[in-house]
């Protein structure tokens, strides 16, 4: 009868206590976001900076739930909107930078975190290969998002926008791809350990 109260009390507090970890999660996650945005190089030929923002997207669409992530790039970019230093230095930031010519990234990145996350979660085993494919799959949507975005709003032919938004970027995204698939595939590794050494 003890056992059974203990166990419903910890059932009980652990329901209580997961929202409010998952709302930290998402806070934090926001400002993880925000800190890699920090990290960018601008090039001289394009409007689009190198920048680590799309490889946080990448790893929290790993390791949050499809909601969770979703809401921790809805708030970056609410951060961003309001006026916070959030977005990469090169841009005007706030609603400019939204409406700017890398737009169709910033836009894009909710969807994306929420779809790696769904998709990453649909396969049997999750390793390296499963998420090297959900996270590849998902830098391509921000890469083709934002292609079309900085298309419309420079009034230039898609393939010279690809020329701009795309090609430049792919050997970073590529690299960037299979360091957040290592990470995922580390951390699993370690959790299996742990569990292991916890028996």
Same mark, same amino acid.
């Given at each position: ?128 290969? %499963?998420? &090297?494919? !959900?996270? @590849? $799959?998902?830098?391509? /949507? ?8 900085? =298309? +419309? ?5 898609? %393939?010279? &926008?690809? !020329?701009? @938004? $795309?090609?430049?970027? /792919? ?8 360091? =957040? +698939? ?18």
């Amino acid at each position: 009868m003890a056992r059974m109260t203990a166990a419903s009390v910890l059932s009980n507090t652990a329901r209580i206590d997961s929202p409010m970890r998952t709302t930290i999660a998402v806070v934090a996650s926001s400002f993880f976001v925000a800190l890699c945005s920090h990290i960018s190089v601008p090039l001289f030929f394009t409007p689009v900076p190198i920048t680590l923002q799309p490889f946080a997207v990448l790893v929290l669409g790993l390791f949050l739930e499809p909601a969770a992530a979703f809401a921790a790039l809805s708030l970056f970019l609410v951060e961003g909107a309001a006026g916070l230093p959030v977005f990469t230095p090169q841009g005007p930031g706030g609603m400019l930078q939204l409406l700017g010519p890398t737009g169709g990234y910033l836009f894009s990145y909710p969807f994306v975190a929420a779809f790696i996350s769904f998709l990453y979660r649909r396969f049997q085993k999750r390793n390296f290969a %499963t998420a &090297a494919i !959900s996270v @590849a $799959i998902g830098d391509a /949507l921000i890469l083709i998002m934002g292609t079309i975005w900085l =298309a +419309a709003v420079t009034h230039q032919p898609f %393939t010279h &926008a690809v !020329s701009l @938004a $795309i090609v430049p970027f /792919l050997p970073g995204d590529a690299l960037k791809v299979c360091i =957040a +698939a290592a990470i995922s595939a580390g951390w699993l590794r370690l959790r299996k350990i742990e569990e292991t050494a916890g028996r």
